[in-house]
């Protein structure tokens, strides 16, 4: 194989087409006497006449005909390897997005990022679900996931971020709450019993470190893992929680549910979309990665 040129690939797919020499070199853009040169090195390498001078032309030996089919398999893959992508239209793709983003983003962007897909792509599936980040790099290797939305530092080389959503916290509580008849300090907020909403189960929050720089802790007495479930717990309860200001929004346009200002100096959080550097160049993933955007930026 230290012999090998993939240009005699070529050499063979123009013969086995043209079945003439002159023809055949024609068709690749080369002299007669180089196309002349290059079957005999084809001959070489596959020890085959691999075509024989009739009085029809340059007829391919059994040999060669078994190549014809694989040959041309495996030109058409190196083809279509070096050309540019195909362009992704909308309107008219088939094709399954597989998206990993937690219970606040299936909240706060699924609806309208669904919603806008029927518009736009109605044979585009979508394929949600949430992958725990220790876990969402591996998948994305994988191929499992196509892109996620999540809160994380700077992924690893191999995979692109960007930000394309910026929330803060707030407090939700039941309508009537005694929160309504007083200010909340940072002192009440640490006196009431918390629900903690936690993927992973923890029980510590973002907050409780803010609280015991100012030698303050608060009682969480319930953890769940989804922010859907608030409205059932906080709706019977005097339970507070913390959650993002477009989650406690959408819910509190829906129960029996008020939004408090939270009072600690938290910093705003990042949600990014993260993807395999190496899907950067697939037209349609970078039309889904604009459209997610966009409809981030809606929500602001």
Not at 60 to 77: H, K, N, V, Y
Not at 184 to 211: K, M, N
Not at 265 to 293: F, V, Y
Request: proline share 8%.
């Amino acid at each position: 194989m230290d012999r090998f040129d993939l240009n005699l690939l070529l050499v063979l797919e123009a013969m086995l087409r043209e079945r003439s020499v002159s023809k055949a070199a024609a068709r690749l853009g080369v002299g007669q006497p180089a196309m002349s040169a290059a079957l005999n090195r084809l001959r070489d390498l596959f020890d085959d006449p691999m075509f024989v001078r009739t009085a029809g032309g340059m007829q391919p030996t059994p040999r060669a005909l078994e190549t014809a089919a694989p040959l041309g398999e495996a030109l058409d893959r190196l083809r279509r390897l070096v050309e540019p992508p195909q362009p992704f239209h909308p309107s008219s793709a088939r094709r399954t997005f597989r998206v990993s983003g937690g219970d606040y983003i299936a909240m706060v962007l699924a609806p309208a990022l669904i919603a806008a897909l029927q518009r736009a792509a109605p044979g585009v599936d979508l394929r949600f679900r949430f992958v725990e980040k220790d876990q969402l790099f591996e998948r994305m290797d994988s191929g499992e996931i196509d892109l996620a939305l999540a809160v994380m530092g700077e992924p690893p080389q191999r995979f692109r971020a960007e930000p394309v959503l910026t929330d803060t916290f707030v407090c939700l509580a039941r309508a009537g709450h005694p929160l309504e008849d007083e200010p909340l300090t940072v002192e009440a907020f640490a006196r009431h019993r918390h629900a903690l909403v936690t993927e992973r189960g923890d029980e510590v929050g973002a907050l409780d470190a803010l609280l015991a720089a100012k030698g303050l802790t608060r009682r969480v007495a319930v953890t769940i893992p989804q922010v859907s479930l608030l409205p059932a717990i906080l709706q019977d309860t005097d339970l507070i929680a913390t959650v993002g200001r477009r989650a406690a929004e959408k819910l509190s346009q829906t129960h029996r549910l008020t939004i408090h200002p939270l009072p600690l100096d938290a910093e705003p959080w990042t949600m990014s979309i993260i993807w395999p550097a190496r899907t950067h160049h697939d037209p349609g993933l970078a039309w889904l990665r604009q459209l997610i955007d966009t409809l981030c930026r809606e929500t602001a």
